[in-house]
């Protein structure tokens, strides 16, 4: 690699949106050599194949065990060094570990030119776990007013309450028993269910 | 005031000592407030371990050696002061190897010696026949499995860096691999080798004990600074621990003990799956055949619990043998001093004397006895093998 080439970079991440998520950071920011390997079957053959500088793989891949081959010295390639391995850069090595990715540098590759790729990875992982949570919050508290919904239809109709008395009703009941409302409507189904 | 522990381990049926020692209350009785955390990667237990996201781990006992002389990786020092199982593994082969290996065997199918022949005369008709060379999976290069299927197959003359093809898999995906015949076979702990037999897609060829009477597997790890810094935590996590193995060897203990590692978070597959291996009585063909070992896995009892510099030494011979490093008098003894028998002693307490390991490290169907004094002796025994020069 010339010293103004840009590194080859190998990402190895089977979430295809989190890897698409990195990707455009890497070339927004001009690393132009990126590839994304999503399919973990002959993974290390791959890897050989495309002779990266840079490989990232998330830390929930069990295949991260696999790459553990490329350190064996019997290996005729470029050897590859974990990121862990530089323990000068404590704080960098826990950013990555909580944002859940792990880089590989091959031999050779200046700090320096290494520090922006880390970097920029983790606040991509970042970004994107925080995006997954958004998402989930949002399913559950639809999923939530869906229950809440039924649930005041059942008190309406078996109470004779009106909807705003139901969720009245609901909401006091959810603070007597320190629940959320959604639980307490859940118990109401359930109940409902059991009772039909 | 209970000391709060996070402690990761890798979903197998050899953590067991760990998750009873938690889930029976064993910990916490001892002032541990230790919460599990359940791993995907040996790579991440080891560099989590490392960095001090946890205070002890379920570890390859390997794996401990090469990060304590820091081989292919960061050098961190690590200490052992509890065996979590002896022996535990097995080689399951496709039913077609099987079926080659069988038409070749000149001997009982359960001898190793005479498994490693066919496999010799297998790995020859393939070669002339201009067939893609066996490849074998296992877990980790610095692995009880990577050196128990190398040592097997070189006894018969079979160069596993040569013959056949060695790659690492992570365990859940060994099972996928031999179905679709990117694997002919693999080494893996419990549950995987029952779960290809129940599938109907593996058979189990031999049991790990069959090649290594006695060989440590995990062992519970902890930093040595660490240990060294929290003595009384060690003492009371090996307590626990001891409580947890006595606990899993009564086998009117197994059916519950094989609940609670059966539960989701813990490992996750049946119950009934999970106390096959801890009574040694293995599905071992689709057709149902039952295979009983006394030695399959051995949590604490015959003093299996207990940390064998021997058995470091043998480990440490391996990487030798394998070219994962070259020998140094200053590694063999930083390699033993991972194994701390006085720290399981401690743990003991007074007036309680731990059983004598039988047999000794490791006892090798091939080869001379093991003396972990002469490790080039160790090695010349051996044609096949990969030695720094």
Redesign the interface.
């Known amino acids: 690699m010339g010293a103004d080439q840009s590194p080859k970079i190998v990402i190895v991440d089977e979430s295809p949106i989190r890897a698409a998520i990195l990707e455009e950071g890497l070339r927004e920011a001009g690393f132009t050599a990126v590839e994304h390997i999503r399919e973990?079957?002959?993974l290390?053959a791959r890897i050989y194949a495309l002779d990266p500088d840079v490989i990232l793989i998330d830390?929930?891949?069990?295949?991260?065990?696999?790459?553990?081959?490329m350190?064996?010295?019997?290996r005729a390639v470029r050897r590859p060094i974990?990121m862990?391995?530089d323990?000068s850069d404590?704080a960098s090595?826990?950013a990555s570990?909580d944002a859940g990715v792990?880089a590989y540098i091959v031999d050779g590759l200046k700090k320096e030119r290494i520090k922006p790729i880390l970097d920029l990875c983790i606040s991509r992982f970042n970004a994107f776990s925080k995006l997954q949570d958004e998402l989930d919050r949002a399913k559950s508290a639809l999923e939530d007013r869906k229950v809440i919904d039924r649930a005041k239809g059942i008190l309406m109709k078996v109470k004779g309450l009106t909807e705003e008395e139901a969720y009245v009703l609901l909401r006091s009941t959810a603070m007597r028993e320190k629940k959320k409302i959604g639980e307490i409507a859940q118990s109401i189904l359930t109940a409902s269910e059991l009772l039909k | 005031m209970s000391t709060p522990l996070h402690i990761g381990f890798i979903p197998l049926v050899d953590a067991a000592a760990l998750i009873v020692a938690v889930d029976k209350g064993f910990t916490a009785a001892e002032g541990l407030d230790v919460t599990l955390v359940r791993e995907v990667s040996w790579s991440n237990v080891r560099d989590k371990l490392n960095i001090g996201l946890f205070d002890a781990a379920h570890l390859l006992a390997p794996v401990a050696i090469a990060s304590s002389l820091g081989l292919g990786h960061v050098k961190v020092p690590i200490t052992a002061p509890f065996n979590l199982g002896l022996n535990g593994n097995a080689i399951s082969v496709s039913p077609a190897l099987h079926a080659a290996l069988m038409a070749e065997i000149d001997g009982d199918p359960f001898d190793p010696m005479a498994t490693a022949l066919a496999l010799a005369r297998v790995v020859a008709a393939r070669r002339k026949s201009g067939a893609e060379p066996l490849t074998f999976g296992m877990t980790f290069p610095f692995s009880t499995h990577n050196y128990q299927l190398r040592f097997w197959m070189a006894a018969g003359a079979v160069d596993p860096d040569e013959d056949v093809r060695l790659v690492v898999l992570p365990p859940p995906y060994m099972v996928d691999s031999l179905r679709n015949g990117h694997v002919d076979g693999f080494c893996v702990g419990a549950p995987w080798n029952s779960i290809a037999v129940d599938l109907g897609i593996g058979r189990i060829l031999h049991f790990a004990s069959d090649i290594l009477i006695s060989a440590v597997e995990k062992v519970l790890a902890v930093r040595q600074d660490w240990s060294e810094r929290n003595p009384d935590v060690v003492a009371a996590l090996v307590r626990a621990h001891i409580r947890a193995a006595e606990f899993i060897e009564q086998p009117q203990n197994r059916a519950e003990a094989a609940r609670i590692l059966a539960q989701p978070e813990r490992i996750g597959v049946d119950a009934d799956v999970i106390q096959r291996t801890l009574d040694g009585r293995l599905k071992i063909a689709p057709d149902g055949t039952i295979r009983t070992s006394c030695r399959y896995l051995l949590v604490g009892r015959e003093g299996a619990a207990r940390p064998d510099p021997a058995q470091a030494a043998w480990l440490y011979a391996q990487m030798i043998r394998w070219g994962q490093t070259a020998f140094s008098p200053e590694a063999l003894n930083a390699a033993k001093a991972v194994f701390r028998p006085d720290l399981y002693d401690a743990g003991l307490g007074v007036g309680r004397k731990s059983e004598p390991t039988s047999p000794s490290a490791v006892g090798a169907f091939a080869g001379p006895a093991f003396d972990p004094d002469d490790i080039a002796g160790h090695l010349a025994a051996f044609k096949i093998g990969r030695r720094h020069p």
């Open positions: 973990m079957q002959s290390l830390l929930e891949n069990p295949s991260r065990d696999v790459l553990e081959q350190f064996q010295v019997s974990a862990f391995v323990q404590a090595i826990q570990v792990s």
